[in-house]
């Protein structure tokens, strides 16, 4: 039995949740899935309801649970609010509470949507690429940090920092996750000019040693950035640190066109992982049933192949949304002449038809 936190947030984020919600149910009824589900508060919806984003209740269920499914947070009535209370520190509070350290972000191009990316059909059909980038430590949170006068000017600086131990668990969790892919991991840095650099790649050499099954390379983040749009299939799994992933992984998922299809986690070192779509809460198109709910449920399946050891469920959960879109039904942002447009509610309702085989 696992136990689940769903947090479905702001804007589409019910909507979205409540799709992947049945899918679960699905599962639940008709298969070994055995999954409990807690609901909770967190973002805007936490912070009117509550008076904080991220309430007590909710980090108290997250430490109960084994693993988190999040919608969205954010919208336009709360960017008045001060910083503190804003939805998103919500999000930012479970990672630091959860030590989310590990952020797997994939970038998928399924051969049914390969004319949405931008880039040439044969270059990014069948694109199934992970980058998996650092989330709690590098220049975002080294110290010092600060701007300052300094001879009659103001100076800024930051810290790129990164110990030992955070370069091994992040290598670690790079190289378990190829394990389960095509056993490829390519490190990204920039050890030519950096000297945190020149630490992350010789302790990633080191982590290597205990994965004699998976191949590693290393890749200068600017030269990463061109072979991402000029070959991404070359790539299994990237492994970078907080800053070159958080750029990386953005241009990776603009690979694929569809901002709607991609799930992500956020792992810490027990394998508790939270696990949303990449995409923010819409507020533009929030009530209108016409979000895609496929990120979401696929944020599902990397829960249940990542955190919860259910890899044959989380394939059937792929397989049911590649049914859906074999059989041509589209959310109007994947859509293309021809195909038929559904709502979410709908399509939530395609997936677990598909999943019924
Ligand atoms: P966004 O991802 O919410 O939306 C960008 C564009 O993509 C919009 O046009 C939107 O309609 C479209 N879009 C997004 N998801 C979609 C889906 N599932 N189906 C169809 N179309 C979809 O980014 P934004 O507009 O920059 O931000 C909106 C709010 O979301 C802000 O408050 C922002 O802070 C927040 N946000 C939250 C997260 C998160 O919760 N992890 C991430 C990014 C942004």
Redo the contacts with the bound molecule.
Sequence with gaps: MSKVLVLP?????QE?VAQALKVIEYLNKNDSLNMELVHGLV?GIAYDETGSPLPQATLDAAHECDSIL???????Q??ALERGLR??RG?LGLRAEMDLFSNLRPAILYPQLASASTLKEEVVSGLDLMIVRELVSGIYFGQPRGIEIRNGERYGFNSATYSESEIKRIGHSAFKIAQKRDKRVCSVDKANVLEVCELWRDVMIDVAKDYPDVELSHMYVDNAAMQLVRAPKQFDVMVTSNLFGDVLSDCAAMLTGS??MLPSASLNKDGFGMY??????????AGQD????L??ILSVSMMLRYSLDQVSLANKIDSAVNTVLDQGYR???IAAKGDSVVGTSKMGDLVVEALQG
């Design positions: 947030g702001d804007g589409i984020g979205i973002g999040l919608g969205a947070v954010g919208g336009y709360w960017e939805p998103e999000l901002i709607g949303e779509p990449i995409h923010g809460s819409a507020p533009d198109i016409i979000a895609n709910p990120a979401t959310t109007q942002d």
